[in-house]
């Protein structure tokens, strides 16, 4: 590999330094900021504010409400990264195997990825409208009442469901390059040593891909995380009611909409603290089992 | 959303044309017509004098609103004028360095004030515990029920129900003709709130949380309320009362679809009812019942009021204290009532569309007003918590629960009044530190 040179010993930092003032900016000062906020009571317009300790962490967690939205982010979190990982690999192998009209069949699948996730969210809805959703009058021809807004677990699977088909695109197209930029000699090769399509794609195809799977796992966990806030926000239109919500959800409401600060920072501290466990916790046990080529 | 960009367009248009003038923006929570009608008020006030331009924001919904008011409050970049909804008004009226009270504005500018001018029902919400108006009261509403005519013809009913009791004898054959018979939406304004104030029964502690911040508790588990949602749930168990969720449109949606035959929603939506609603319909009170003593007074008012924030220079406030004037006059006052179905909030406007033959033309447009302007009690003046939009959502919560069957009506309410009064004293702990 070619190294760069540089002559002074401060010219990397410098050139380094825009982009650390923008971390620093953006991600640092904010962090610190909600840290410190989360052990103050504070009034919403900013007049005063009182020192609770850990208070604020303490309501949060003997807070059954909040529990029971860790268990649904938890849950919604499994479900939607294995759906939309495995979904969008099967969809990639599909793809790479067909030969002709491939391109307008990777447009076809592409193109979702360039939906913005409210507007997901909204055809989502519509999808699982109570009046008019196409989706909630299939659901009936088989005799299951749908009622999304209404029934916890309709509301979830809606939610699940679009948050997948939104993120299948972006799996899809990270696993069809990856499919694609395998060896040919060692696909060749495999198809020497074993008849089965199966056994080839377990102990050939799949390792030789490990390093794409491992980056969109990490990825599809912060997307479940966070990102899909605004198909939440769209299918309990603004009103959560007894419809499920994941922590980043809650944050909003209780931060925003209510304007306790001090409650809401704690949330977004121990939210912080999750995210940093699951990424020592990825880096430590699943990339060592991921080669690199 | 042609007319939007046209009234938008008239806006930029004089906001250009009058460069000397004072400018001051008003931040509300309003969309769609009636959002359309506040810049046309802007447009119209803009035109009555060159002194000041007022330019309106749309900051989305009501909690939406107050969020980025605060925000922007917190940054030194408040705008002159912030739309509060009545559940946050207690966040707003709280923080007495955050606004100007209107009273004092509108004095201090030379302009007369007189509290006797404002109907009964708008005179005690948004002011302090003397009475003196904090915020102004600007639109005003009263859950009221809607009546789909051709229903209650079908299934042979005379009239709209004045009591729970009527409304009990009526629901089986309005189920008969094929209708839902009952729809609401949304269950804590028109079935918690306006609950306590129709029957004059106490909403919370220390004098519906007027007298003092700290130690105030919520009733929700009032014996009478809770019977209120047994039967809800009972009605619904039955077919009488059709639930689709805490969103407003997905309950609307049944009524306008001439689905269902009685609806309670907003005196504030009749100008859209009027658009949207495929059947002819009129309005009536809100039911109360008959059972509870001291029922069948005033209800609480809805809707918002309009702040004036602290820490603009005096001609700017000048220019507020100008269009809140401006805005109470009888004629703008009658403008916006008839555009939106918004109540007029003083006498002398409800008079003048008296005069004007509106009610004769729209019967259904006097009900919010005449049912604001019913003999009032001892707790239908208004109430005050603080953190109230958050008790709203977990109402909402437990509210869904009972209907989706997770939870028994009882144990609902007991859990509104455990969380609820956490919040109140969550809340005055924030405020204690002012």
């Known amino acids: 590999m070619k190294r760069v040179q540089f002559s002074s010993r401060w010219l990397p930092y410098l050139f380094l330094a825009p982009q650390m003032a923008i971390i620093f900016v953006f991600f640092y000062w904010p962090s610190v900021q909600a840290v410190q906020s989360s052990f103050y009571l504070e009034d919403p317009f900013g007049f005063g504010s009182t020192f609770v300790g850990l208070e604020n962490y303490a309501d949060i967690l003997s807070s059954h409400e909040y529990l029971g939205i860790a268990k649904f982010t938890l849950v919604f979190t499994l479900l939607v990264t294995g759906l939309s990982l495995g979904l969008g690999l099967l969809l990639a192998v599909k793809a790479d195997a067909v030969l002709r009209g491939s391109h307008s069949y990777k447009t076809l699948l592409i193109w979702v990825y360039a939906v913005a996730p409210p507007v997901a969210g909204l055809i989502g809805m519509m999808f699982f409208d109570q009046h008019i959703g196409p989706l909630v009058r299939a659901a009936a021809f088989f005799g299951w009442d749908m009622k999304v807004g209404l029934d916890y677990t309709d509301t979830a699977i809606a939610m699940i469901t679009v948050s997948v088909w939104k993120q299948i695109p972006y799996n899809f197209i990270f696993f069809l390059s990856g499919l694609q930029s395998l060896p040919a000699s060692v696909r060749e090769a495999a198809l020497i040593d074993c008849r089965s399509g199966a056994r080839r794609f377990l102990d050939v195809t799949l390792p030789l891909l490990a390093p794409t799977a491992f980056f969109l796992l990490i990825m599809n966990m912060t997307y479940a995380l966070f990102e899909t806030f605004g198909i939440i926000d769209v299918i309990v239109k603004d009103k959560a009611a007894n419809n499920p919500i994941t922590l980043v959800y809650k944050v909003y409401m209780d931060g925003f909409r209510g304007n306790d600060l001090g409650g809401s920072s704690a949330q977004s501290v121990i939210l912080m603290l999750i995210v940093f466990v699951l990424t020592i916790f990825q880096f430590r046990f699943i990339e060592r089992r991921v080669h690199y080529g | ?434």
């Open chain 2, 1 to 434: 959303m042609q007319k939007l960009a046209l009234s938008g367009l008239t806006l930029a248009f004089t906001a250009t044309s009058t460069l000397a003038a004072t400018d001051i923006t008003w931040w509300h929570g309003m969309a769609g017509r009636n959002g359309e009608v506040i810049n046309e008020l802007a447009t119209q006030f803009n035109a009555a004098q060159n002194a000041c331009v007022l330019t309106p924001v749309s900051k989305g919904t009501y909690e939406e609103a107050l969020a980025a008011g605060i925000a922007a409050f917190r940054s030194g970049d408040q705008p002159n004028i912030l739309q509060v909804f009545d559940a946050g008004a207690a966040t707003i009226i709280n923080a007495p360095k955050a606004v100007i009270p209107a009273e004092d504005l509108i004095k201090g500018a030379g302009y007369d004030f007189n509290r006797e001018d404002f109907i009964q029902g708008v005179r005690y919400f948004y002011a302090d515990s003397d009475g003196k108006f904090v915020g102004m009261p600007f639109n005003s509403s009263a859950p009221i029920m809607y009546v789909n005519t051709e229903a209650l013809q079908k299934a042979g009913i005379a009239g709209a129900p004045k009591t729970w009791e009527e409304f009990e004898a009526m629901a089986p054959k309005l189920k008969a003709a094929g209708y839902i018979p009952l729809v609401q939406s949304q269950l804590t304004w028109e079935f918690t709130e306006n609950f306590f104030s129709r029957h004059d029964l106490q909403f919370a502690t220390n004098n519906n949380g007027y007298d003092a911040v700290a130690g105030t508790e919520i009733n929700v588990d009032a014996p009478e309320h809770v019977m209120m949602y047994q039967k809800l749930k009972d009605w619904y168990d039955d077919g009488w009362f059709g639930y689709f969720g805490a969103g407003w449109s997905d309950n609307q949606k049944p009524f306008e679809e001439d689905k269902a035959a009685l609806w309670i929603g907003s005196s504030g939506s009749f100008g859209g009812l009027q658009k949207s609603a495929q059947m002819p319909f009129t309005a009536s009170f809100l039911p109360y019942w008959n059972a509870i003593d001291g029922a069948g007074t005033n209800t609480f008012i809805g809707g918002a009021a309009l702040f004036a924030m602290s820490g603009h220079d005096d001609a700017q406030n000048k220019c507020t204290a100008d269009f809140f004037e401006f805005l109470t006059s009888p004629e703008v006052q009658y403008f916006w009532h008839k555009s939106t179905g918004y109540v007029p909030v003083t006498e002398a406007a409800y008079e003048l569309a008296k005069a004007d033959g509106h009610y004769d033309r729209f019967p259904a447009a006097e009900v919010g007003i005449k049912q604001l302007m019913l003999p009032g009690g001892e707790w239908s003046k208004g109430y005050r918590m603080g953190f109230y939009p958050q008790i709203r959502e977990v109402m909402e919560r437990e509210y869904g629960r009972i209907f989706a069957g997770e939870t028994s009506v009882e144990d609902a309410m007991a859990t509104i009044k455990s969380e609820g009064d956490a919040l109140l004293a969550r809340f005055a702990k924030t405020t204690a530190s002012n």
